[in-house]
DNA sequence: ACTTGACCTTACCCTCAGGGTAAGGTTTAG
DNA sequence: CTAAACCTTACCCTGAGGGTAAGGTCAAGT
């Protein structure tokens, strides 16, 4: 006796806008699913559950690729909890690489800003640098 | 007698690909060049310069907006180094904020990648903590 | 003179994770 | 009966380019 909702109250009820929803269906992270006559589609609880994990799992910063994985998974009794650890670490160590890059950038900018007197003179320290591809 | 040069010498002596000198002739980050009878592109000396700094801020992470912003201060002999300064300053806040962003995401992929066993059993505390919006 | 290979041109579609809008059908409340 | 709120598909847009196709040009070797 599952209850069935439109697409706004399944929007609502997880936190995912309806375009995204739609867009979950056509790049397969989300099973099509049952339409009314008018050919409205109506979801289930359920659906609204994997539509809280992609969510979480986007927060977090998996591509859809990965969620792909990650919901196979999940579904799946018979997995070995090391498939979805070594996800989960692999990712890590692409979000640390990423913040490493940013913090890479952020020195440059930093000593850039220092030594320019951000005052009325054009003589920029900045644009010297970046001309001259120093750092 | 400046010497002009086709896109593919200013592409390996800017390091920017041609088909990237391309796109950015069409988005405005460079002048469209002169060209022989036959079509080709002829670039400037001073064209490579602009494609090394438009490189150089690109590896700093500024934006294409930001860029041009930036090329527009270069150029003026009136720019106050103020107005560049902000600039970067900007952009240092955005990529701090970045950083801040995946450093949080980080915290909970590692306090979930901990409480997984990792073995082969199917229970997994990540998918549980993923399905349960935990974190 | 001819051919081969390297180079150049424009034009089109692809990425990623959706957002925006249009044009139109459905349903619910007044 | 109508207006609001909802739903449908289809199309284009983002940023910063990459890939590929189909075809024109140029220089070197034969």
Not at 72 to 99: F, G, M, N, P, Y
């Amino acid at each position: 006796m599952s209850k069935l909702m439109s697409i706004g109250v399944a929007a609502r009820k997880s936190g995912v806008s309806a375009k995204t929803i739609r867009h979950y269906e056509q790049t397969g992270l989300l099973p099509a699913p049952a339409r009314t006559d008018a050919g409205y589609r109506l979801y289930s609880e359920q659906a609204v559950q994997q539509l809280q994990f992609i969510r979480q799992s986007r927060r977090l910063g998996f591509s859809a690729a990965q969620i792909r994985e990650l919901l196979v998974l999940w579904h799946d009794e018979h997995r070995a909890s090391v498939q979805v650890k070594q996800l989960v670490v692999t990712h890590i160590h692409d979000v640390e690489q990423q913040i490493t890059q940013l913090q890479q950038m952020l020195i440059v900018l930093h000593k850039m800003a220092q030594q320019c007197a951000g005052d009325d003179s054009p003589h920029c320290a900045i644009l010297n640098q970046i001309a001259n591809n120093e750092a």
